[in-house]
């Protein structure tokens, strides 16, 4: 069995998940500040370069600027003008440069007169931006051509933002992006509180150690019994079925399916899906004679589905049934020795009184009545399997106040094809009929039951009528499924199978089984045989003989 592990230094389940989403949320968290900064950095540094390229463009746009570039003279009015823009607009430097890569201003006077070290980028006639290292350091720039009076390209204007004033105009807003990051760390941190109990309640407080070791118990339970397992859901979906439940029932893959879709109705489905609710429903398969019980499942006031156990009695039944069969002939037999006794006590007693033709002619009287009806019998069943079940069903049948006749136009082979199904037919019968005839008020020609047996070409038929008081109305269909019995329960074999496993045979087969209602129920089935080379007994009855009723029927 798995080691359970409980609550402890490890933590609660609720307590890790919260623990570890806000880990989760705090990195994330950072993640998206770092990145949220270097766009908010991105999107400053364009608006810079915007504002260096504007002022650039001022600086191209002054008249003294462009008169002076294009025709020379003015001495220091270049100088002077771009000076005054550049304290006027806060920028780093304003840079006038002709075509020659000549400065003509610069707020280092030193430089003015000394040639650039980038070529000039305007001679496309557009306006660039970017960020440069120059003289005055790491600066936002704006570049702009200058045309002279006459519309000529003279040179071009360049114009920087010192980078200290970006740098400032991010950390300005940094409290606010800090602001918003906290606020959805917070929100987040709730979400996973809130998410962390619902959690809880959902597992009703299992820890995950608790709850792989429940699992493993689980699939050692589920695969360890012998009985079969399916739950189902609140919805009716099969949840859990184990590999014996698969086999009894034939589910196959059934998870997450309706047994609708799996199963066909009948007794099974009903009595899995909770229609019957009788404890130890007993449920004929084709294959198993199974017992179902169903138990809905519930936990702290949640309805958590239901859970079936199915359990195999098809050796016990059988068992139990032959064991009641031994029990009824054992009686029979007891009975006959106490009439072989009577018997013997009355031939002695003739032979005592010396009337010895009085005692030879009661032996052989006595004698010869039993093995009339073997010999009668044997006339019309070829096969000793079936004479002994007739046989023996006749003699339990007479020590319970009830004769069996056998049709004279019954006709069977020595060796009729399936023969093991046959015996289970006309032996479940045969059972039936006898118990409803003692059940039954006894008719004036005594209780009795007619059996007949007819082989033919291409089927046999089996026809048994009894003197009972006949099924009820209505229950022509019924009294074929499992359990269904109108008599109490005896010794201990459990009723409501035998017709049910007829009907079952029979109908896997191929073959029909109906009953009539009213006084005396005549049941008759017809089991079809695969063609054969030789003509069996009975081919020269006619097909009428074969459907048609028997005797006082």
């Known amino acids: 069995m798995p080691l359970r592990i409980g609550r402890g230094a490890r933590g609660r389940l609720s307590a890790r998940i919260l623990a570890s989403q806000l880990v989760i949320l705090a990195l994330t968290g950072a993640i998206g500040f770092v990145l949220f900064a270097f766009a908010q950095r991105a999107g400053i540094d364009r608006s810079y370069e915007q504002r260096a390229l504007a002022i650039a463009k001022t600086a191209a746009a002054e008249p ?326 007739v046989v023996a069903k006749a003699t339990v049948a007479a020590e319970r106040g009830v004769r069996i006749e056998l049709s004279e136009d019954s006709a069977l082979g020595d060796d009729p094809p399936d023969l093991r199904r046959l015996l289970t037919v006309v032996g479940n019968l045969l059972d039936n009929a006898i118990d409803a005839a003692v059940g039954g008020p006894a008719p004036e020609g005594g209780r009795e039951v007619r059996l007949c047996l007819i082989e033919a070409f291409d089927q046999v038929m089996v026809r048994v009528e009894d003197s009972g008081p006949g099924i009820p109305p209505g229950c022509a269909e019924s009294i074929f499924e499992d359990g269904w019995s109108t008599r109490p329960e005896r010794g201990t074999a459990r009723r409501g199978l035998g017709l049910a496993l007829v009907h079952r045979l029979v109908q896997r087969d191929g073959g029909t089984v109906t009953v009539s209602e009213g006084p005396g129920a005549v049941f008759t089935v017809v089991l079809p045989l695969p063609p054969t080379p030789s003509a069996p007994r009975g081919t020269q009855l006619a097909t009428a003989s074969l459907a048609g009723p028997a005797g006082r029927r």
């Open 64 to 389: 003294r600027i462009r008169q002076a570039v294009e025709y020379g003279g003015g001495g220091d009015i270049v100088q002077t003008v771009a000076e005054r823009i550049r304290r006027a607009s806060g920028a780093s430097y304003v840079v006038v440069i002709d075509l020659n890569g000549i400065r003509h201003s610069h707020p280092h006077g030193g430089l003015i007169g000394e040639p650039v070290g980038d070529p000039i980028v305007v001679l496309d006639g557009r306006t660039h931006v970017g960020s440069d290292q120059g003289a005055t350091g790491r600066s936002a720039n704006g570049k702009a051509p200058l045309y002279g009076p006459s519309g000529k390209l003279v040179g071009e204007v360049s114009a920087g933002i010192p980078e200290h004033d970006v740098l400032g105009e991010l950390w300005r807003e940094m409290p606010t992006f800090g602001l918003y990051a906290a606020i959805a760390t917070a929100i987040g941190s709730t979400a996973a509180f809130v998410l962390a109990r619902r959690l809880k309640r959902s597992t009703f407080g299992l820890e995950l150690e608790e709850i792989a070791g429940l699992l493993q118990d689980r699939e050692a339970m589920l695969h360890g019994i012998r009985e079969g397992v399916v739950a189902f859901d609140p919805d009716g979906r099969i949840s859990v079925v184990n590999d014996e439940a698969r086999h009894l029932l034939g589910l196959g893959t059934a998870l997450g399916s309706r047994l609708e879709d799996v199963l066909p109705d009948g007794r099974l489905r009903r009595a899995l899906d909770g229609t019957l609710t009788d404890p130890d429903l007993s449920v004929l398969t084709d294959d198993h004679c199974l017992v179902v019980n169903r138990m809905p499942v519930a936990l702290h006031g949640r309805e958590l589905g239901a859970v079936v156990t199915v359990r195999d009695r098809t050796e016990l039944v059988g068992l139990l049934r032959e064991l009641d069969s031994v029990r009824g002939l054992t009686d029979a037999l007891r009975a006959q020795q106490h009439e072989f006794t009577n018997r013997m006590h009355t031939v002695a007693g003739l032979l005592d009184i010396g009337d010895h033709d009085a005692a030879y002619e009661y032996a052989v009287e006595s004698a010869g009545a039993d093995q009339a009806l073997t010999e009668s019998v044997r006339e019309r069943i070829g096969n000793p399997q079936l004479v002994g079940l």
